[in-house]
């Protein structure tokens, strides 16, 4: 696909989005509201996008508030849909649950809207990622001169839809993204940026080409047969734990938005938890493997070896 055709699709796509997501509103506001409970967390600023998260203040709001929150919450698309001082590099998250009463066509009815917002922004996501051919570290530039302001980060976000649970509590969870990977991938990785030409604040063009070649150096210099792991940390993320009394089963769900409940009648409401503050002094781990001995290798991409020499 040439980049012609991506920026066209691009734009409809995001238009298509939109739509929908106007759609999904409407048909959320004809329901009935049964319960609704979300939680405010604080917005992170611009330049703090790195800043560790030791304490998190939250705010919950109920009923007819929560709802107009969480509408308001799954339409933010674009950055002039908030303050200039809120960083559009970190998605802005509502964790919560809205219960909704629906006979079995309005739940049909809102399952198929909902797919037809989740598949538009996984369409996006492939546009932008996949299709537009560019590396990483041009696709800011190239969504913010077609698309102007559009913060991809809840862009991507699918919308979670539910069905009756027994009860749905919250909570907090830290982690890592761990992923094997080959030496050959990340030199790959590393030449593409090298051939983009590219300066990287704060270095110069020649300074920013001259550290990629001394991490692909370091690369080719360890030993043969030595595992490599990008291994990632994650920020704090709420999480919402949905059990379900039949089958006796709990699924644990990252909840960065507020989840959509459907609900035959009142009696089958979940029980709602809440969300407590966080506290990073205050997390215990119940069990914590050792960890295996991995030796950083480039830190900027967080890539590990478990043999240097």
């Known amino acids: 696909m040439s980049q012609y055709e991506a920026v066209d699709r691009l734009h409809r796509c995001v238009a298509d989005?939109?739509?929908?997501?106007?759609?999904?509103?409407?048909?959320?506001?004809?329901?009935?509201?049964?319960?609704a409970r979300v939680f405010v967390l604080?917005?992170?600023?611009k330049g703090?996008?790195?800043?560790?998260?030791?304490?998190?203040?939250?705010?919950?709001?109920?009923?007819?508030?929560?709802?107009?929150?969480?509408l308001a919450h799954y339409g933010l698309l674009f950055m002039q849909h908030q303050s200039e001082k809120i960083s559009t590099k970190s998605a802005v998250r509502l964790p919560g649950a809205i219960c909704l009463q629906a006979d079995d066509?309005?739940?049909?009815?809102?399952?198929?809207?909902?797919?037809?917002?989740?598949?538009?922004?996984?369409?996006?996501?492939?546009?932008?990622?996949?299709?537009?051919?560019?590396?990483s570290e041009e696709r800011f530039e190239f969504v913010h001169r077609h698309q102007?302001?559009?913060?991809?980060?809840n862009a991507y976000r699918g919308i979670p839809l539910l069905e009756s649970p027994d009860s749905v509590r919250f909570g907090w969870a830290n982690k890592h993204i761990i992923k094997n990977v080959s030496r050959a991938e990340i030199l790959e990785k590393l030449e593409k940026s090298l051939q983009a030409g590219r300066a990287v604040a704060p270095w110069t063009r020649e300074q920013w080409a001259e550290r990629v070649s001394e991490e692909m150096d370091l690369l080719r210099g360890l030993p043969e047969g030595a595992a490599l792991k990008i291994k990632r940390p994650v920020k704090v993320q709420p999480i919402a734990r949905v059990y379900d009394a039949e089958s006796k089963k709990q699924t644990q769900l990252a909840c960065p938005?507020?989840?959509?409940?459907?609900?035959?009648?009142?009696?089958?409401?979940?029980?709602?938890?809440e969300l407590l503050n966080y506290n990073a002094a205050q997390i215990t781990h119940r069990y914590k493997p050792e960890a295996q001995m991995l030796h950083l290798v480039v830190p900027r991409l967080h890539l590990y070896s478990d043999r240097v020499e």
Do not use: F, M, W, Y
Not at 42 to 45: F, Y
């Open 17 to 35: 989005l939109e739509q929908e997501l106007a759609t999904l509103q409407q048909q959320i506001v004809a329901l009935r509201l049964l319960a």
């Open 42 to 45: 604080p917005p992170v600023e």
């Open 48 to 70: 703090r996008e790195h800043d560790p998260l030791l304490k998190i203040a939250v705010e919950q709001q109920l009923g007819q508030a929560a709802l107009q929150r969480a």
């Open 105 to 135: 066509v309005q739940a049909e009815s809102l399952r198929q809207q909902v797919q037809r917002v989740n598949q538009l922004k996984q369409d996006l996501e492939q546009i932008i990622t996949v299709d537009s051919g560019l590396p």
């Open 148 to 153: 102007r302001g559009l913060i991809t980060l």
């Open 257 to 273: 938005s507020p989840l959509l409940v459907l609900c035959r009648d009142a009696a089958s409401v979940p029980k709602l938890g």
